[in-house]
């Protein structure tokens, strides 16, 4: 991987794990690394996804896969700030 896909890999993680975290209700514990980490697999996730089900190549703005992708970073975003939560108590 090359430099410049490292840094946009890291630009997206953090815009979609940053969408991610505004629809889960409550307020999350989660360092700004980790949420940039869980976008960035929301949206590796969510690319796979999308090509799985054949949405992934469209014309224009891919709406399904980035839909996709802020809905897997809320659930990744609830997942590790619930168990994080319980951790703590």
């Known amino acids: ?3 410049g896909g490292i840094i946009s890999a890291i630009v997206i993680g953090a815009i979609i ?3 991610g ?3 889960v209700r409550g307020k999350q514990n989660l360092s700004w690394v980790l949420t940039i ?3 960035i697999v ?3 996730l ?3 996804l999308a090509s799985l089900l054949g949405v992934r190549d469209t014309g ?3 709406w399904i896969e980035l839909a996709l992708q802020v809905v897997l970073a809320a659930i990744g975003v609830s997942i590790v700030a619930g168990s994080a939560g319980r951790r703590r108590s």
């Open 1 to 3: 991987m090359t430099v």
């Open 17 to 19: 794990g940053a969408l």
């Open 21 to 23: 975290r505004l629809f």
């Open 37 to 39: 980490v869980i976008g």
């Open 42 to 44: 929301a949206a590796l």
């Open 46 to 48: 969510g690319t796979w």
């Open 60 to 62: 224009g703005i891919d």
